[in-house]
């Protein structure tokens, strides 16, 4: 009867191991993954502070008023002037790539942070095949770190597009302003998507 259980608590001591082991062979990796959404959310929410509405006037601005000068401007400018026009014309395409694609990045880095979470969680409750766990670690990490420099890059690439903007800005609407007897256009909100 004693060795019958000293039989039984062996195969419980084994049988708790073993379930400890699924749970906790990942904790290193668990605390990667948690760190790394973190970042990933404080990328979000950096990002999140570029003013978007201001983005978009600022498109609006830019595509109407180079619609207006392109079709009304026939003759020679100053040196100042063609340089602030040229600055005003070369923020378009980033301007139109934040308004256009600003909820897709934002979208991706949201699935990234819940597959984070759930791979984080799966790994802790030892629900993760262990053949396929070290595969999907490094999936989830390496798309995670690529959303967060590309966070990252689009946040300081708007910011300097808005300035140059910005600071091309008066510029340009003085001009306008001399081709179109002080009155500026009203915008049109271009299509996007």
Not at 2 to 12: E, K, M
Not at 55 to 73: E, V
Not at 180 to 191: A, C, D, Q, R, Y
Request: net charge negative; glycine share 2%.
């Amino acid at each position: 009867m004693r060795h019958l259980f000293s039989i039984f608590t062996v195969l419980i001591i084994v049988g708790f191991a073993s379930s400890c082991k699924n749970t906790h062979a990942y904790d290193k990796y668990v605390k990667e993954l948690d760190s790394l959404k973190v970042v990933l959310q404080q990328s979000v929410d950096n990002f999140k502070t570029v003013d978007s509405a201001a983005c978009m006037q600022a498109y609006s601005k830019q595509y109407t008023y180079s619609l207006f000068i392109d079709s009304h401007l026939k003759d020679t400018v100053t040196k100042v002037v063609a340089e602030n026009l040229q600055n005003f014309h070369s923020v378009k395409k980033g301007l139109h790539d934040y308004v256009e694609l600003r909820s897709t990045w934002l979208a991706d880095a949201n699935v990234s942070i819940t597959q984070l979470q759930a791979l984080s969680h799966d790994l802790k409750n030892g629900s993760v095949n262990e053949d396929e766990a070290i595969e999907f670690i490094n999936e989830e990490k390496k798309q995670a770190e690529k959303i967060i420099e590309e966070l990252k890059i689009n946040t300081e690439t708007i910011r300097k597009h808005l300035d140059v903007f910005n600071q091309s800005l008066p510029v340009c609407e003085d001009l306008i302003k001399q081709l179109n007897s002080g009155i500026l256009p009203e915008l049109v909100n271009p299509k996007t998507k």
